[in-house]
């Protein structure tokens, strides 16, 4: 098996300060990102998933228990298969509580634990610390990354990541010395983190990335075998659980060649958010599709790009390596197998944009870019600290949305939502015909406009409202509704039988919303009558 070698320092060119330096230089890292993220403190819960994952969620809310611990294996709640996201937000509620302040706490520690150890990674197996700790600030304090750590829904990306970092640590010295013992110790992390997120399935081709820089080995295929079975068998429990969901998108939907062109697009609107981190969303408004010339040009960047880190791979190495991560890492949320309509999302880059960050920190040798690199981390330490702000509430973080894009319907949608629970629901109504404006058919949209309008006492108004979103509530168990249709249904029912059967249906059967709605429905109709 071969042997780790450093890229290119020897150990007896290294300068007298090298023990100490990385220590500082690390430090520096982390105090900056403190800094960064120092408004973190102040904020709250948004409605956008954290009510699925958090607010509204008796069993998170119940802590660790040990039903609790085994509904977390077994569910496939909210599309997703993450047993160990959900044990960690189990064990945050028993030790904290309900409380935002901790949530994002703790998410801030496993983003500063994965800045450690990508840095002591790279430090370890290239042996030149300052670009290390320039990979590790870029990772650490880029804007785009903020999503990853301020939203509480989005402890599985930084737990997930976690496991990424421990697990080409430990394939390092692996690699260094090859015994069962530290294979198996890389097969269990990856494994953890196929648990808390399925974006680790294209860690095993990573690896082979590694081999050749900065490892310095011969890639083995084979010996990534069982490793491959693990993302194999992740991906599939993915699908499962997105199918049980119903949050596939069919291709008669949005065919293969539009998800084609949307990804080609996406890697390059990626690189320009990251060289240019301005406008940073929530959410962005989906594709209505992409000219000829567009996805071209895009292809064409990709191609040419990657002709040149080929031809350079023999004398830096670390360029085509960099550059196979960020295209690699990306497959899993280019939207070919689509889930939900955003085509791109700051979150996702959490993992892939480390692989840019290391063809830039590694090709910056000059003297002169240290000190360019120096003050391009302060000004990203500027712009996370404003990107967190941004993140206060829910409010804050839609509004901001609004702001920096255009034809977003689902923070119409969301900001919306909020202002009807806070008690805006004239503003909530106008943010939801902006809304079904720029998306007529969306059920949810609908079913937030008949609440607005029932909230405001506008009842006929909502009455249409109140049929087009009936195939949604179908399929929901929010007992919420019922307290609505109640109301809905005591200024518009002119059939007392109708309404007294919704009523005890209720009553009797409280989990079982469709036949609750369909006492509703029944009731209406003989209101129209």
Known sequence: MGQVQPATLKKAELPPSFIARPFFLLAVVVLLTLIAYWPLQYNGFINFDDDKYLTENPIIQGGLTVDNVIWSFRTFYFGNWHPLTWLSYLADLSVFGLRPQAIHLVNLLLHLG???????FLNATTRLPWQSALVAAFFALHPL?????????????????????????????????????????????????????????????????????????????????????????????TILAQRKAEALVPLSINPLKERIFTAIVSYTGYIQKLLLPINMAVIYPPSTGYPLWHVGLALTIIVALTMVFVIRRVTSPHLLVGWLWFLGSLVPVLQIVQVGSAPMADRYVYIPAVGLFI???????????????????????????????????????????????????????????????????????????????????????????????????????????????????????????????????????????????????????????????????????????
Not at 148 to 156: I, L
């Open 114 to 120: 994965n800045t450690a150890l990508l840095f002591a």
């Open 145 to 237: 990354n903020v999503e990853s750590v301020a939203w509480a829904s989005e402890r599985k990306s930084v737990l997930s990541t976690l496991f990424w970092m421990l697990t080409i640590l430990c394939y390092s010295r692996y690699a260094a010395r090859p015994t069962i013992w530290r294979y198996l110790g890389v097969t269990l992390c990856l494994t953890l983190g196929l648990m808390a997120k399925p974006m680790l399935v294209t860690l095993p081709f990573v690896l082979l990335l590694l081999d050749y820089w900065p490892l310095r080995r011969r890639p083995r295929v084979l010996e990534k075998a069982p490793l491959l079975l693990l993302s194999l068998i992740s991906g599939v429990m």
């Open 359 to 529: 063809i830039a920190a590694y090709t910056a040798t000059k003297r002169w870019w240290r000190g360019v690199s120096v003050v391009v981390v302060l000004i990203l330490t500027v712009l996370t600290f404003r990107q967190v702000l941004c993140w206060r509430d829910s409010e804050t973080v839609f509004r901001h949305a609004l702001d920096v894009t255009r034809n977003n319907y689902v923070a119409h949608d969301n900001y919306g939502v909020y202002l009807l629970k806070t008690g805006r629901a004239v503003e909530a109504v106008g943010h939801f015909s902006e809304g079904l404006r720029l998306k007529p058919d969306s059920l949810l949209i609908i079913s937030n406009m008949w609440s607005a309008l029932v909230v405001l006492g506008r009842f006929d108004e909502a009455e249409p409202y109140f049929y087009r979103a009936m195939p949604l509530w179908n399929k929901l168990a929010d007992r919420n509704l019922y307290g609505m249709l109640t109301i809905f249904l005591m200024h518009k029912k002119k059939d007392d039988d109708a309404f007294l059967h919704f009523v005890k249906a209720i009553q009797q059967t409280p989990n079982d919303v469709q036949l609750c709605l369909q006492w509703a429905s029944k009731a209406m109709t003989k209101t129209g009558e």
